[in-house]
């Protein structure tokens, strides 16, 4: 009798630590294909919404989005501080045990150059497979994705142990002072979270199969400099040795031979080990002997020339971008400009950095001007052995078995920066992007598109990650 009674304890006990790993997804399935329909009409609708910034005009995708969670029965707020670019928070409560997530995204895009898209950008356009429009990917997918997931919340009732909160947000794309900035100063209250997800990353697909998915847990500072040339101004047919084109236009080709020394973090060191793993036996040898003193030199000028984005993570980058001097073809000015974008690395010494810009330089007739304009704060990096990225990889491990994730180091800018800098531990995600696609279809393009497939692959993925952090176990 004693012994039955220890093993009825014993399966009990079994049973009791069993429960908390049946995954949440298998207690609230989805049937993913009746979804797909309302997931495009959603995708569609919003890219039909002309949110350029400038001027911005998010309200009107806010417009869009809250009478839909209201009648979800979805709590939602709408904080603006200029009346024509809204953000809507969204707010289902868990009990409170657990600090609550973040799922965001931005609804403002980049403005556009009609003539040179081959469709209509605000059409949102289905053709050969593909969603083409402006904010395809950049980023009304991320908020199509977290719209959807809110209301798979609502509509399965699923118990949470955190609130989930949704973000659209105005203002990302240069004028975060509306947006995100706006809601972290003055609604923090109203935000504030333990994780965040939103855009960065992407999952990495060649041929159709996917290889890996790139998290982004850190992200480059923009530090928007200019340099100053001065000299004196004069007649044209009169050659000055202190014209000022001319010196800018030997300190600006400086940066073609020169950039910033190779420095390595626990983010990028992660990325090129895990990279390693997956690549072709070339690729491998260079991504494992990126710090070799030996071989660095070599591999560098490689990736300079075959992978720049993979030359860019491992230094602050210094690029010109705009040249101004001058206003008639016979008048020397007495002034020259180059604006530079400068993406720092997250430690970089900015005040040291331009001293080493001057002794490049090496001239004293231009100056350095940093400029405020278009900078995010400079915030410390996500963790990749926290509760949120393990939760990721599960994700992952899930849904692309034969993959692998790797943590990454945006070249570009999100708003993640503002709140890594309140302590929110943050991570970007995004589309599946297959090696073959150019970037002349990327974000910012003129052929900006996604993969229709790609969006309902997103709103699994969030909807998997948030079950996994979000959801009683």
């Not at 005009?57 to 670019?85: C, H, M, W």
């Not at 910033?260 to 036996?281: G, H, N, V, W």
């Not at 692309?400 to 800098?421: C, V, W």
Request: overall charge negative.
């Amino acid at each position: 009798m004693l012994d039955r009674m220890k093993i009825t304890a014993s399966l009990a006990l079994t049973a009791c630590c069993l429960t908390p790993l049946i995954h949440a997804a298998d207690r609230h399935p989805v049937d993913w294909s009746k979804l797909e329909s309302e997931t495009m009409d959603h995708y569609i609708s919003i890219l039909r919404i002309d949110t350029s910034n400038p001027p911005g005009d998010e309200t009107k995708a806010v417009n869009y989005l809250k009478p839909i969670l209201d009648s979800a029965g979805i709590q939602t707020e709408v904080f603006a501080l200029d009346p024509k670019r809204a953000n809507l928070v969204a707010r289902i409560k868990g009990n409170g045990s657990k600090r609550p997530i973040i799922i965001m995204g931005h609804t403002d895009v980049v403005g556009v150059q009609r003539d040179k898209w081959p469709l209509d950008p605000f059409a949102a356009i289905r053709k050969d497979g593909y969603v083409w429009g402006r904010g395809s990917s950049d980023d009304k997918s991320h908020v199509v994705s977290s719209l959807m997931t809110m209301l798979l919340l609502k509509r399965l009732h699923v118990p949470l142990d955190r609130d989930v909160i949704f973000i659209a947000e105005a203002g990302e794309e240069g004028t975060s002072g509306v947006g995100i900035g706006f809601l972290v100063d003055q609604h923090w209250d109203a935000i504030a979270a333990e994780y965040a997800l939103a855009e960065g990353g992407h999952i990495s697909a060649r041929h159709g199969k996917v290889r890996y998915v790139e998290i982004a847990t850190t992200e480059k500072s923009p530090r928007t400099t200019r340099l100053v040339a001065h000299g004196t101004a004069g007649h044209g047919s009169r050659p000055r040795l202190d014209n000022p084109v001319l010196h800018l236009a030997s300190a600006v080709s400086k940066f073609q031979t020169w950039q910033p020394a190779m420095r390595l973090s626990d983010t990028t060191r992660a990325y090129f080990e895990r990279l390693a793993t997956i690549s072709p036996p070339d690729q491998a040898y260079r991504y494992n002997h990126i710090a070799d003193s030996a071989k660095t030199a070599e591999i560098q000028r490689y990736l300079a020339e075959k992978e720049p984005g993979n030359y860019s993570v491992l230094r602050t980058s210094i690029v010109p971008t705009i040249l101004q001097g001058g206003f008639r073809s016979n008048v020397i000015p007495s002034q020259a400009e180059a604006t530079l974008d400068i993406r720092a690395l997250p430690d970089e010494d900015m005040d040291r950095l331009y001293e080493e810009m001057r002794r490049v330089i090496a001239d004293p007739a231009v100056e350095i001007v940093p400029s405020s304009s278009h900078n995010r704060p400079v915030s410390p990096p996500s963790r990749i052995d926290s509760e949120m990225f393990r939760a990721l990889e599960r994700t992952q491990k899930s849904m692309f078995p034969t993959a692998i994730t790797i943590p990454a180091m945006l070249t570009g800018a999100t708003d993640n920066a503002q709140l890594r800098t309140k302590g929110v531990q943050a991570y970007g995600f995004g589309p599946i992007v297959d090696d073959s696609e150019s970037e002349l279809h990327g974000a910012h393009s003129d052929q900006e598109r996604m993969l229709e497939t790609s969006i309902h692959k997103m709103v699994q993925y969030l909807w998997y990650t948030v079950l996994d952090i979000a959801a009683t176990k």
